[in-house]
């Protein structure tokens, strides 16, 4: 079978409190508390819900521009409130303990009831560093090694309950059945952790991981241990090159191809045309006082012009599904969910509704084995 199916075909957006665009929040005469309000974020996700995205991813930095709430207590805020929809915060590994990583997604896929993802991400600059002052900023050959490392541990934390180590027998007094608790004894570059964790396994075994792959250090990373792999890219041609090199990759990491998800990343501002949507774009670069360069393929247009777009990139082969990446929130997102989902539908490139269950289950992947399972301790 083909994998670009209606079965394959995905839509995820990256959410911040405006918009990628600078100026978003003045332009779209935004409340400054937005960024702080939790009701505002959840509504953004809701919206995204009601027409059956698989899922929203939530970015997070330690740059002082960067997004101000931390993205995983973000999504853990939003998951009661928001069903039917998978959640994807990032959580950067540079200078982040993985034993704690490992804990908070966890607890998000228990509180979301296994709609839970991760987007580790690496720190790269001195500014960063030097917020926690515990070592200087690294070259990307280090920082993605001491990201696999970091991945791996998180997995095998996960991992380190039994699904059944909790037992509750109130006739012995015991919660917990130690033999199925097990030490994860990882040795590595960066890390040396014993565990096991402190937290029951997800319910989703392992809850999914995205990770970027538009650097060279990056890519074994991705081959590894993403269940979807983001890239940017200038133009399907090139978004097509990636992916193709992420496949092959993939397989020379012993797995299949066809079970790990492609999504290009599209900047999108939508309008009545695409004269409106550069209008629109010009006083938004008026008011940041800079142009914003494109960090990927960018829609500055019509509905139609985005579902082009997606329908392009199916027949090409240049992704298996996009990452939105709305320059003004919500304005962009509410034309997406009731103007551009419905003309993808419509065209049999997409699903409507919630698909329901887990997140792995979203994107047709079954919930993992155990690494420790029958393993003593």
Same mark, same amino acid.
Do not use: C
């Given at each position: 079978?083909? +994998?670009?199916?209606?079965?394959?075909?995905?839509?995820?957006?990256?959410?911040?409190?405006?918009?990628?665009?600078?100026?978003?929040?003045?332009?779209?005469?935004?409340?400054?508390?937005?960024? $702080?309000?939790?009701?505002?974020?959840?509504?953004?996700?809701?919206?995204?819900?009601?027409?059956?995205?698989?899922?929203?991813?939530?970015?997070?930095?330690?740059?002082?521009?960067?997004?101000?709430?931390?993205?995983?207590?973000?999504?853990?805020?939003?998951? +009661?409130?928001?069903?039917?929809?998978?959640? /994807?915060?990032?959580?950067?590994?540079?200078?982040?303990?993985?034993?704690?990583?490992?804990?908070?997604?966890?607890? =998000?896929?228990? /509180?979301?009831?296994?709609?839970?993802?991760?987007?580790?991400?690496?720190?790269?600059?001195?500014?960063?560093?030097?917020?926690?002052?515990?070592?200087?900023?690294?070259?990307?050959?280090?920082?993605?090694?001491?990201?696999?490392?970091?991945?791996?541990? &998180?997995?095998?934390?996960?991992?380190?309950?039994?699904?059944?180590?909790?037992?509750?027998?109130? @006739?012995?007094?015991?919660?917990?059945?130690?033999?199925?608790?097990?030490?994860?004894?990882?040795?590595?570059? $960066?890390?040396?952790?014993?565990?096991?964790?402190?937290?029951?396994?997800?319910?989703?075994?392992? +809850? =999914?991981? /995205?990770?970027?792959?538009?650097?060279?250090?990056?890519?074994? &990373?991705?081959?590894?241990?993403?269940?979807?792999?983001?890239?940017?890219?200038?133009? !399907?041609?090139?978004?097509?090159?990636?992916?193709?090199?992420?496949?092959?990759?993939?397989? %020379?990491?012993?797995?299949?191809?066809?079970?790990?998800?492609?999504? !290009?990343? &599209?900047?999108?501002? !939508? %309008?009545?045309?695409?004269?409106?949507?550069?209008?629109?774009?010009?006083?938004?670069?008026? !008011?940041?006082?800079?142009?914003?360069?494109?960090?990927?393929?960018? /829609?500055?247009?019509?509905?139609?012009?985005?579902?082009?777009?997606?329908?392009?990139?199916?027949?090409?082969?240049?992704?298996?599904?996009?990452?939105?990446?709305?320059?003004?929130?919500?304005?962009?997102?509410?034309?997406? @969910?009731?103007?551009?989902?419905?003309?993808?539908?419509?065209?049999?490139?997409?699903?409507?509704?919630?698909?329901?269950?887990?997140?792995?289950?979203?994107?047709?992947?079954?919930? +993992?084995?155990?690494?420790? @399972?029958?393993?003593?301790?």
């Amino acid at each position: 079978m083909s +994998p670009f199916t209606e079965a394959r075909m995905h839509l995820a957006v990256e959410l911040t409190a405006a918009g990628r665009h600078p100026a978003a929040a003045r332009w779209a005469k935004l409340a400054p508390s937005a960024a $702080f309000d939790p009701a505002h974020h959840a509504a953004l996700a809701r919206t995204a819900a009601r027409r059956g995205l698989d899922m929203v991813l939530l970015p997070h930095t330690f740059h002082a521009d960067g997004p101000l709430l931390d993205a995983v207590s973000l999504a853990a805020r939003i998951a +009661p409130v928001v069903p039917g929809i998978g959640l /994807v915060p990032t959580a950067t590994v540079t200078h982040t303990e993985p034993f704690h990583i490992s804990k908070a997604i966890a607890t =998000l896929d228990i /509180v979301s009831s296994g709609r839970a993802g991760w987007e580790p991400a690496v720190s790269r600059t001195q500014a960063e560093a030097d917020l926690f002052g515990r070592k200087p900023a690294a070259p990307p050959d280090v920082l993605w090694r001491e990201a696999a490392d970091a991945v791996e541990v &998180v997995v095998r934390l996960w991992d380190s309950w039994e699904d059944d180590a909790v037992i509750r027998d109130a @006739a012995t007094g015991r919660y917990i059945d130690r033999d199925k608790l097990h030490y994860i004894d990882f040795e590595g570059e $960066f890390f040396s952790v014993k565990g096991p964790s402190i937290t029951p396994r997800p319910p989703q075994g392992h +809850p =999914l991981v /995205v990770l970027r792959a538009d650097e060279d250090e990056a890519l074994p &990373v991705a081959a590894r241990w993403a269940d979807v792999v983001r890239i940017s890219a200038p133009d !399907l041609t090139a978004a097509a090159d990636a992916r193709q090199r992420i496949r092959q990759a993939v397989a %020379a990491a012993g797995r299949d191809p066809d079970d790990v998800t492609v999504l !290009l990343d &599209v900047e999108v501002h !939508l %309008a009545a045309d695409r004269d409106r949507a550069r209008r629109d774009l010009a006083e938004l670069d008026r !008011l940041a006082r800079t142009e914003l360069p494109p960090s990927s393929v960018r /829609v500055l247009g019509a509905p139609t012009d985005l579902a082009d777009l997606i329908g392009a990139a199916v027949r090409t082969f240049a992704a298996d599904g996009v990452t939105l990446i709305p320059l003004v929130l919500p304005a962009d997102l509410g034309v997406v @969910a009731d103007q551009v989902v419905p003309l993808l539908a419509g065209r049999g490139l997409l699903r409507t509704g919630s698909a329901g269950g887990s997140l792995r289950a979203r994107f047709g992947l079954p919930r +993992p084995a155990n690494h420790f @399972a029958g393993a003593t301790s």
